[in-house]
């Protein structure tokens, strides 16, 4: 680690996994680079404190019910957050600011997620800096404030669902049906003010993009918004490894890993929000026992709805399961994509989930459920070509096909060759001089001149 630059930045993570692994990720390289931090964090999916001993940690109540706090329902979660977590986190940061200065210790900055819609204001009555950070790809995050605009139009683009939608390219007709199908008015407000609030702070940080993936989603980012923009990432690759975990990873992965030949699992996992029917569940399995390829597969507990686990897969099919493959509670999924008998990841998509897999190299089966996870499969079907997409058909026979075809069949090889160089692309941008290097020297300097 660098000498302390005698400056602190303060960061408040939205909690959830998603946002969490990209926060601390930032924490990290801010570190390392001499900033103290501090972590003021909601007492819900709190982070374990005890694996970052550098970091100073302030817990605030947020003050959901056990029940909203196990709800299904993101939008309505962050909404009960924002609502809950203002007073707190204004008496915490307060406090916090007057004893930095009896302490005679500087707090350059606020950074915390676009989702934190009151930390604006405050950050301005308090005279504090705000930079925001923002986990999508950043052609989501810059594409998506015409959504609310498309439902108002009632915007129903029932034909030709395979054409492109010309309003939010490269996602196809059914896909932006199938956003807009989670649009409500709740929603639609809350983007409203995420767009106001970030064009009002002090900088957007993409925590996990470069040039290399965004070049133009960057330039109409910097237009737009006419605040600086930092696109720092793939920053796991600075520091690997996923200490921020909510989850109790199972570790026996990398073992029966060993066990594998080269490039010849296929990893399968949907993150940390998304759930699947129990007709999901029995159809992913057959495709995958029926491929007859070996797999790895996290099922988070609770994530088939209904169920508390797998208890739904017949045991005669659990046994012929076991012959080929492992199902986990989670995962140390970075080192998973890392590793050498690792040869596709079948995924919904979630921003980090791709990130992580391209830098590894490995292709991908599309199989995104909502929201970003849409676009980014598109990009990774149709724009860079560096997997196949299911096209919404988790069916046993079409999850067969695209598994043997991505891990035996010449079309996966050519896809593994071609992400092969994106992944070589991509990993030169974090390297000196290369394109997210030199962004976040300039977040650095930006940071130190509050
Ligand atoms: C959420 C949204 O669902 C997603 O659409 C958005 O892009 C980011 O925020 P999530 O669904 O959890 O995220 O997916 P993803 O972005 O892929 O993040 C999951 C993180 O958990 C990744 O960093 C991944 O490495 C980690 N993970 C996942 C594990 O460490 N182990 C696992 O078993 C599964």
Redesign the pocket.
């Known amino acids: 680690m660098e000498k302390s630059n005698g400056l602190r930045v303060v960061l408040f993570p939205l909690p ?4 969490i ?1 990209p926060m601390f990720q930032l924490a990290k390289i801010l570190h390392s680079r001499g900033f103290s931090i501090t972590v003021i964090h909601t007492r819900f999916n709190a982070p374990k404190a005890s694996n970052h001993p550098l970091y100073t940690f302030l817990e605030i109540p947020d003050g959901l019910s056990e029940a909203e706090a196990s709800t299904q329902d ?1 939008t309505l979660l962050l909404t009960l957050l924002n609502r809950s977590c203002e007073s707190p986190f204004r008496d915490c940061l307060t406090k916090l600011l007057r004893s930095s200065e009896e302490e005679k210790q500087r707090i350059s900055c606020l950074i915390d997620d676009a989702g934190w819609i009151f930390t604006q204001p405050l950050a301005w009555s308090l005279n504090l800096p705000r930079l925001v950070t923002n ?3 950043v052609s ?1 995050f810059v594409g998506h404030f015409v959504i609310p605009e498309l439902s108002r139009e009632r915007y129903l683009p029932l034909q030709e669902q395979d054409e492109p939608a010309e309003e939010f390219p490269p996602l196809k007709k059914k896909d932006l049906l199938q956003i807009l199908d989670g649009e409500t008015e709740v929603l639609n407000s809350y983007s409203d003010m995420i767009l106001q609030t970030t064009k009002a702070s002090s900088g957007l940080i993409f925590v996990s993009s470069c040039e290399e993936l965004d070049q133009e989603s960057l330039s109409q980012a910097r237009k737009d918004y006419q605040i600086p923009v930092f696109a720092i990432g793939p920053s ?1 690759i600075y520091f690997p490894g ?1 200490s921020s ?1 909510l ?1 109790t ?1 199972d570790e026996t992965c990398i073992q029966w890993l060993d066990k594998q030949e080269d490039n010849s699992v296929i990893y399968v ?6 759930n699947i029917s129990e007709t999901e569940l029995l159809e992913i399995a057959w495709g995958l026992r029926n491929s007859d390829q070996p797999f790895l597969w ?1 099922v ?1 507990v609770g994530m088939v709805n209904g169920n508390k686990w797998v208890e739904a897969i017949p045991e005669e099919l659990m046994e012929r399961l076991k012959e080929k493959g492992k199902i ?1 509670k ?5 080192e ?1 994509l890392k590793h050498r008998a690792t040869g596709g990841f079948l ?8 990130v ?1 897999s391209v830098c590894e190299g490995v292709p991908m089966i599309c199989v995104p459920s ?4 849409l676009l ?1 499969a598109r990009f990774v079907s149709d724009v860079w070509m560096v997997g196949l997409h299911l096209e919404g058909r988790i069916e046993r026979n079409e999850i067969e096909r695209v598994v043997r075809k991505l891990l035996l069949e010449p079309e996966g090889e050519v896809i593994r060759e071609r992400m092969k160089l994106l992944a070589e692309k991509v990993g030169r941008s974090v390297k000196q001089n290369g394109s997210a290097y030199r962004s976040l020297e300039r977040l650095v300097d930006h940071i130190s001149s509050f």
């Not at 909502?370 to 996870?373: I, L």
């Open positions: 959830i996994q998603g946002c692994n993101v986990t999508y790809k989501f796991h996923s975990s989850f990873v996992s949907f993150g940390s929000v998304v996290v988070r986990v989670w995962a140390p999924q970075q998973v995924t919904h998509n979630g921003w980090n989930s791709t992580e909502v929201w970003d996870q980014n």
